[in-house]
């Protein structure tokens, strides 16, 4: 990604804010003064925006890759199915952070753990990684992981990242129950009652070839 620098971009936004409404409130060369005093009071420091404020987030630090976990015999480890992933989505050459090993280490020994991290210091990866390798190691029906979202929103967004994630892993299925979700067939609308009962009949018909039918 691009450096941005913030004073900068800062400048940069202000001037071409205070450009606008110079010209849309443009005041006639007749009276100088005037165009002088507006452009001037246009001028003063703080008047659309306060000044930038940067922070800087800790480096956290890694440790092994991904890739180097596969089929491992012991903790940490993590099944070769997921080497699959989307790379887009998580790329199994990028170094894991040591908290994120240590997380599947723990959780992979029956161990109750609590990840309290900075922003953008992967605590998705903490529980997400130990929860995909149970599922690659457990194949078969049931379900075998609930994930608890305290919002919609937060579900919804999740549900896209692991349909991204996992778009190359068909094994592992999922799905989302939310306050939106139908409780029965009645419920639905045409179109997804629609869409079920094609998926059936495709079902059916893979079911009849596979039986000599």
Request: proline share 6%; charged share 30%; net charge positive.
């Amino acid at each position: 990604m691009r450096e941005i620098n913030a004073y900068e971009f800062e400048n940069n936004v202000t001037a071409t804010f205070r450009r606008y409404l110079f010209t849309t409130n443009l005041v006639s060369d007749a009276e100088p003064e005037l165009r002088e005093a507006i452009l001037g009071e246009l001028k003063q420091p703080n008047l659309f925006n306060s000044d930038p404020l940067v922070t800087c987030l800790p480096t956290y630090r890694t440790l092994l890759p991904a890739e180097k976990l596969f089929d491992k015999s012991e903790a940490p480890r993590l099944h070769s199915m997921l080497g699959r992933f989307d790379r887009s989505q998580s790329d199994p050459a990028r170094a894991l952070y040591e908290h994120q090993l240590e997380a599947l280490t723990k959780a992979q020994q029956d161990r109750n753990l609590i990840v309290a991290t900075g922003t953008g210091s992967g605590k998705t990866e903490c529980f997400l990684l130990p929860v995909l390798d149970d599922g690659a190691r457990n194949p078969g029906d049931g379900v075998r992981a609930i994930i608890v979202y305290p919002m919609n929103a937060l579900a919804n967004d999740q549900l896209e990242r692991l349909r991204g994630l996992l778009k190359n892993i068909p094994e592992i299925t999922f799905g989302r129950y939310t306050g939106e979700t139908p409780k029965d067939r009645s419920e639905l609308s045409k179109d997804p009652r629609r869409k079920r009962r094609g998926i059936q009949r495709n079902l059916l018909r893979r079911v009849h070839r596979g039986s000599g039918h």
